[in-house]
Nanobody, 123 residues
């Protein structure tokens, strides 16, 4: 199993910055793509950014140029540096990871989610 624990959310003013972290723990063989999603009140969950194990990243158009995703494979942690925050960035941010678990003869890759961390940007 893979457990994901997010941290770093909070309240920030328009134009400010925050850094989110998400650490994977538990019994797994390897963590593959890690991602950040967000869900604003009354809206569907959307992809913010993702990053492969090799470091290739992808961003939604709404955050491109303002947010940076990175990861540390040694400690199985993904980060999201959020700069120039806007009120429309207010949402619960969720960490997501593809993790390979199980015994050698029957490993499988599952999709795992953190519990979410609130980011609120005030005007």
């Amino acid at each position: 199993q893979v457990r994901l624990m997010e941290s770093g959310g909070g309240l920030v003013q328009n134009g400010g910055s925050l850094r989110l972290s998400c650490a994977a723990s538990g019994s797994f063989f390897r963590i593959y793509t890690m991602a950040w999603y967000r869900q604003a009140l009354g809206k569907q969950r959307e992809l913010v950014a993702d990053i492969t194990r090799d470091g290739n990243s992808n961003y939604s158009d709404s955050v491109k140029g303002r947010f940076t995703i990175s990861r540390d494979n040694i400690i199985n942690t993904v980060y999201l540096q959020m700069n120039s925050l806007k009120t429309e960035d207010t949402a619960v941010y969720y960490c997501n990871a593809a993790g390979e678990t199980g015994p050698v003869v029957s490993r499988r890759v599952g999709d795992y989610w953190g519990q979410g961390t609130q980011v609120t940007v005030s005007s």
